[in-house]
């Protein structure tokens, strides 16, 4: 299976600085999702995106679903210590069949380390 | 409180043996995944299961191998044919007619080839 192109692989910011990274295809996804994964943990789902050009909040987080159905952008604002761990992009192929869990594809992870 | 659960949290293990991680959700969700993750790369299906008494192979299934006879358990083996087992397991399920937005992931578990 694919992987997706997941950037940058790490940050390091100061507490209260934004935050952005990306995930790109050579394929057309038909959903897009940004988990969270902090260390030994498993990974929990902060956004979803279904639909190209889409632009979803989530507290302090933003993420879109870019118009070409082939990337997705999640942004932090106002970083605070509790944001560290890993940050993951996953994508869901378009699919004939209503059930495609299967298929879906993660990035390589951003890892966010926050510095005193 | 509902959820899945893996055990062990941490396993050893020799060359040479098999061993068994154990998963269990109590969602009723009717599929369930096992990934595999490694130091720099995203998770990779190594099978998954839509009902019960039956699964498939995900991207990297030599080496393991898993069964489904009761809807709450999809236990999976790491058998001694697996070149590379030392890597973090995780567990994940999902409603079969809902929204992808619905799966949801096991606290994982830390396999070390000793």
């Known amino acids: 299976g694919q992987q997706l192109n997941q950037s940058p692989q790490s940050m390091f910011i100061q507490e209260g600085e934004d935050v952005s990274m990306n995930c790109t295809s050579s394929?057309?996804?038909?959903?897009w999702l940004w988990y969270k994964q902090e260390p030994g943990e498993g990974p929990v789902l902060l956004i979803a995106l279904y639909k190209a050009g889409e632009l979803t909040s989530n507290g302090r987080l933003t993420a879109q679903f870019g118009i070409t159905r082939k990337d997705s952008f999640l942004n932090i604002s106002a970083s605070i210590p509790s944001d560290v761990g890993i940050y993951f992009c996953a994508g869901q192929p378009l699919t004939i069949s209503n059930f495609g869990n299967e298929k879906l594809t993660f990035g390589t992870g951003t890892r966010l380390t926050i510095i005193p | 409180d509902g959820g899945i659960t893996q055990s062990p949290k941490y396993l050893f293990r020799k060359e040479g043996q098999n061993v068994t991680l154990s998963c269990e959700q109590n969602l009723n969700h009717d599929a369930m995944y096992w990934y595999r993750q490694d130091p720099g790369q995203g998770l990779r299906l190594i099978y998954y299961?839509?009902?019960?008494?039956?699964?498939q192979k995900g991207d990297i299934a030599e080496g393991y191998s898993v069964s489904r006879e009761k809807k709450e358990s999809f236990p999976l083996t790491v058998t001694s044919a697996q070149k590379n087992p030392t890597a973090f397991y995780l567990c994940?399920?999902?409603?079969?007619?809902?929204?992808?937005?619905?799966?949801?992931f096991g606290e994982g578990s830390w396999l070390t080839v000793v």
């Open positions: 394929s057309i996804f038909n959903t």
């Open positions: 299961s839509q009902i019960v008494n039956d699964f």
């Open positions: 994940a399920s999902s409603p079969r007619d809902r929204e992808l937005d619905t799966i949801y």
